[in-house]
């Protein structure tokens, strides 16, 4: 059997079951453990499946993206944890980008006393708390306003984006995969992209909980990143694939 037909039957159980053992998929398919392991990486690469500890499952799809207020009261702990970590991070006299989101907001919280940083963001919480909280330069892009996670999207704001060089973005998903980060809004794709162009190091955040879920549009390939930032809870699966990658990995630990 090659390995496009091997695929097509590992989808085919996936989306039967939900969750498929490497032991069966050996067995039915009558080839080598390793063989299977190839398969499922390469389908995870591709995101139409999410690697779990001795098997595989199907990948949860995200039609709309949960508003700010919704986002904010949820996994708070790791978020805190994530944004402490990223702190660590950023160099003196840094020019840095916070992506729209709770966990970059969770971020924006740890560097309140650094009047070294110039940081640029599209959301409008992070810009009210460091208007308020810290003494940094504060450029916001400006663009489209999307209320529901109150911050900006669109042409414009790309456009902005591309007008400056950041030293450091800290980019955010709603879902994420090992094919790359993935939104259910099309406007979100133009500055994800310009965030890459304009900056010399990327870095993800995000907790756990939005890996395995993929929406409509493809936003970035996961290639694009220098680190990734986020809990302990991430699949052992997962973080062989990232460090495979050549991405660095670090995880937060919860207080």
Request: proline share 3%; hydrophobic share 45%.
């Amino acid at each position: 059997m090659i390995p496009v037909e091997r695929h097509q039957q590992i989808l085919a159980l996936v989306s039967e079951r939900g969750v498929v053992s490497i032991a069966e998929l050996t067995e039915r398919l009558e080839v080598s453990h390793m063989t299977i392991r190839r398969d499922l990486q390469k389908l995870e690469e591709q995101g139409v499946v999410l690697a779990v500890s001795g098997g595989v499952q199907s990948v949860e799809r995200l039609a709309i993206e949960p508003s700010h207020q919704d986002k904010e009261a949820m996994f708070s702990q790791q978020k805190a944890a994530i944004g402490q970590l990223a702190a660590r991070q950023i160099p003196i006299n840094s020019c840095i980008y916070l992506d729209a989101g709770t966990t970059t907001l969770a971020l924006a919280r740890q560097i309140g006393e650094r009047d070294d940083l110039t940081v640029v963001t599209n959301d409008f919480v992070i810009a009210a708390y460091l208007l308020e909280h810290s003494q940094c330069k504060l450029i916001h892009t400006g663009g489209t306003v999307c209320r529901e996670n109150r911050s900006c999207v669109g042409a414009a704001a790309a456009q902005a984006l591309r007008n400056l060089f950041i030293d450091l973005a800290f980019i955010s998903a709603s879902s994420w995969s090992m094919r790359g980060l993935s939104t259910p809004s099309e406007d979100k794709v133009m500055v994800k992209k310009a965030i890459v162009e304009a900056s010399r190091r990327c870095i993800l955040l995000s907790d756990t909980s939005k890996y395995g879920k993929v929406a409509t549009y493809l936003a970035l390939p996961i290639s694009v990143f220098d680190i990734i930032i986020t809990d302990g809870k991430l699949p052992e699966a997962a973080q062989e694939a990232i460090m495979q990658a050549g991405i660095a990995l670090l995880l937060a630990e919860e207080p």
